[in-house]
């Protein structure tokens, strides 16, 4: 069986993904399991990551359970939700939390909002052609009541005295 934890590391050394040039600074991940203390880190240096191995000082550390990190790397949790929840402790530089972000994958069932919508064309470009019919359906309804004063997107203004109204 493959240790998720080592293998996303690999990853990120293999590919070594583009961050935004702003985040300088390195990052030490102290991690908790059965078998003590693992240390992990990354070093971001103008767009560029790289990884190391010891527990040397850093920017920023960021202690948690082995568990938990397993959990990070594979997209079955965010860092500030954990942050949030005191599951993991961060000292240091904050903002480095985001750069640590923007390398962790997301959700196993995310998908990418352009593909998303690509895969969706069809569904939508169907729903375009009965749009005709529900306009007519619309104005075979009557009037519509006039606005409140606060305008078209604003609540609807009192019923007359002959009118129920529903909120």
Excluded at 142 to 149: E, L, Q, W
Aim: neutral net charge.
């Amino acid at each position: 069986m493959t240790d998720p934890i080592a293998a996303f590391f690999a990853r990120l050394d293999a590919t070594a993904p583009p961050v935004p040039p702003k985040y300088h600074g390195s990052v030490r991940f102290d991690l908790a399991g059965d078998d003590g203390t693992e240390h992990w880190g990354l070093i971001f240096d103008n767009g560029r990551v790289r990884l190391f191995r010891s527990d040397q000082d850093a920017d920023c550390v960021v202690r948690t359970s082995r568990q938990l990190f397993e959990g990070l790397t594979s997209g079955q949790g965010g860092i500030y939700a954990a942050l949030l929840r005191n599951r993991i402790s961060v000292e240091g530089d904050l903002t480095l939390l985001t750069a640590i972000r923007m390398l962790l994958p997301g959700p196993p069932s995310a998908h990418h909002p352009v593909e998303w919508a690509r895969s969706h064309r069809l569904r939508r470009d169907g729903e375009a052609q009965r749009e005709p019919a529900m306009a007519s359906r619309a104005e075979s309804a009557g009037p519509a009541r006039p606005a409140g004063p606060a305008g078209p997107a604003g609540p609807a203004s009192p019923p007359a005295a002959t009118e129920r109204w529903i909120p």
